[in-house]
Nanobody, 115 residues
Framework: QVQLVESGGGLVQAGGSLRLSCTASRSSIIKMGWYRQAPAKQRELVATITSGGFTNYASSVKGRFTISRDNGKGTVYLQMNLLKPEDTGIYYC???????????WGQGTQVTVSS
């Protein structure tokens, strides 16, 4: 079992920045990432990163967001720059310890971008 704790959400103006953090209860995790869900919309991929450093981004955030991780600490980060109102939503940390494990999810952290 893996527990995930997110932090760093908040309210910012358009064009501003936020940095999200997520710490897992164990450090050996093959893939970690961030997903988000706006009101009345489905949860969508934001970015993922493997233990080897391979990254994947949604086209809507590529060039503005950067995902990184500290494998020793079991922490994944999401640096969000040039934020837009459409980035508003609840951001969830995701972790997959091994290829045969289920996905684990954090409780979510709210990100609100005002116009």
């Amino acid at each position: 079992q893996v527990q995930l704790v997110e932090s760093g959400g908040g309210l910012v103006q358009a064009g501003g920045s936020l940095r999200l953090s997520c710490t897992a209860s164990r450090s050996s995790i093959i893939k970690m990432g961030w997903y988000r869900q706006a009101p009345a919309k489905q949860r969508e991929l934001v970015a993922t990163i493997t233990s080897g450093g391979f990254t994947n981004y949604a086209s809507s955030v590529k060039g503005r967001f950067t995902i990184s991780r500290d494998n020793g600490k079991g922490t994944v980060y999401l640096q969000m720059n040039l934020l837009k109102p459409e980035d508003t939503g609840i951001y969830y940390c995701q972790a997959k310890p091994t290829a045969w494990d289920v996905d684990y999810w954090g409780q979510g952290t709210q990100v609100t971008v005002s116009s």
